[in-house]
């Protein structure tokens, strides 16, 4: 039984398509948490039949086709969009969300603590991206959207490995945008700030006073301001716009913009 059939997640049905339902299938990645699946959550709205992958693939917002996917394994990434593609269709919209972090200063950080947050944040997006656009090139259509963060455009102590991996994003989205920006697909990358998640929960109040202070807006954003930037990047109004950078910070990164 696949998507179109209703039944997407044992004990979950998916809701009824909407009007977008036509315009294509979105791949998100990292999508049963966080920001990922407020993600899901808006495209699945937005009428976008979804996958949301996660490295066990069990779980995933409702409506959502959740599948397994490692993102640093090179055949476990094609697997999981030969699937998508079987039980959803050609992908039309890939989110390269997945990503994690281990923070520690420069002079303690091992090369496996430094090679292996960029394999995830930096290789994971590449490895999905080139198997995005193989069906996105064929329908000479699509949108590559790859999540950053806005200490890529400011830097942060501590965090060498994971600021490299999402300033590298940059990078990666103008270079797809010149190489793929002929064949009618967008890349961009949405730089976020402070998000009120799970993670930032559980931040010290003295420090999350400290960094709301340095918030023009006075406030963490949450969840769903990303994925309604998310959504207008994957949607028919942004069909003209490639190789930007957006932030989604309060004004904390103000200037500092790729």
Do not use: W
């Not at 990666?172 to 730089?191: D, H, K, Y």
């Not at 959504?231 to 500092?256: R, W």
Request: charged share 15%.
């Amino acid at each position: 039984m696949n998507f179109t059939d209703q039944q997407v997640v044992a004990g979950q049905s998916a809701e009824q398509p909407g009007p977008a339902a036509a315009a294509g299938v979105a791949v998100v990645t990292g999508g049963n948490r966080g920001i990922g699946a407020a993600i899901v959550r808006r495209l699945v709205h937005d009428g976008f039949r979804v996958a949301a992958t996660s490295r066990l693939g069990t779980e995933a917002p409702a409506g959502a086709l959740a599948v397994p996917m490692e993102v640093t394994d090179g055949q476990s990434v094609s697997a999981a969009f030969e699937r998508i593609h079987q039980e959803l269709g050609q992908v039309s919209v890939l989110v390269a969300n997945a990503g994690i972090t281990k923070d520690t200063l420069l002079m303690r950080m091992s090369e496996e603590d430094f090679a292996g947050v960029l394999d995830v944040n930096l290789g994971g997006a590449f490895r999905c991206a080139k198997a995005a656009a193989k069906p996105m090139m064929r329908a000479r259509s699509g949108r590559i959207i790859l999540i950053s963060s806005v200490v890529a455009l400011y830097g942060s102590a501590g965090q060498v490995n994971y600021t490299s991996s999402k300033a590298a994003m940059i990078g990666m989205a103008r270079s797809l945008t010149r190489e793929l920006g002929g064949r009618g697909i967008t890349a961009n990358v949405v730089a976020p700030g402070f998000i009120n998640t799970s993670m930032t929960a559980q931040i010290d109040p003295a420090a999350q006073e400290k960094y709301l202070g340095a918030i023009p807006s006075g406030r963490f954003a949450e969840p769903e301001e990303v994925a309604g930037v998310v959504a207008f990047l994957a949607g028919p109004d942004a069909s003209y716009i490639s190789g930007a950078v957006i932030p989604v910070d309060g004004g904390l990164g103000m200037g500092h913009e790729g």
